[in-house]
């Protein structure tokens, strides 16, 4: 019923002329999708992106972009305020695809689209997070709520699309989605073209080594959320042992935000 109402939502869109617009919602990093979303406007979709950074990204694309406040971590009321955001940018903007990805996002804009009456709704799941990676007496107690909630998300979404085979077989075996309305596309892909015309010259990788101090070394880097259930710990205990092992030889970057990551935080020291 629900693919049945998008199907016609489209048609009288497409028959009125106008454009179908697509919303597509993640956390911090909703930029790193500004290449597909161009690729979506060639194909004359209207889009625009929600994201709980600047819009800065976004200043020459022609993209529209809404901001929400997003918490990560565990925050039932910021969730709540989360949701009512999304709410009300759908209410607003009125698309007719919602596109969500991320652990957070992918379950609250599916409730916030349900709400606005949004008439189609996808999630992609890109990976099931800490309650899945750690054993620890909190997120063994999260998982049967983490459980429930993607029931639910299920049932109000129109489409669920996994990212590897091994969360559909979860996800699957305990009945957190509709085997008819799921589907895996394995990964987000990569901008090569764009990645190409970023690559730094070998004069500015040799002035970034010197002003590292790190001309002959060689270079191990890990680009993360600086929290535990990522490795950071276990990459920063490797460096130690090697570290001992070949001194000066090998210099290790650790890469990645300072911004507050809750209980599961690495310490800045």
Known sequence: AQRSAYLQSAKDVAEDRLEIRVNYVGGEDVDMRISLLQQMQQLDYRVAATGSRTALPFANTNIDFFHYQLQRGISPMADRRSRIALTRIFEKQ?????????????LLAMFAAATAQVPCRIRTITGMGYVFSSNSPLALCLRPIYR?????????????????????AYFLANRMVDPNRQSVVLGSGIDVAGEAQRRSSERQLAHLRAELGIDQ????????????????????????????????RVHFLLIGPLASEGRQAVDAQ
Not at 94 to 106: E, L, N, Y
Not at 148 to 168: E, S
């Open 217 to 248: 070394q060689v270079v191990v880097t890990m680009i993360s959320r600086m929290v535990k259930h990522k490795g950071v710990a276990e990459f920063m205990a490797a460096a130690r042992a090697i570290k001992q092992k070949l001194g000066s």
């Open 148 to 168: 429930r909630l993607q029931r639910r998300a299920a049932r109000v979404a129109t489409h669920t699309i996994f990212q590897n085979r091994d969360d559909q």
């Open 94 to 106: 009125q698309p007719h695809i919602v596109h969500a990805f991320d652990t957070k996002p992918s």
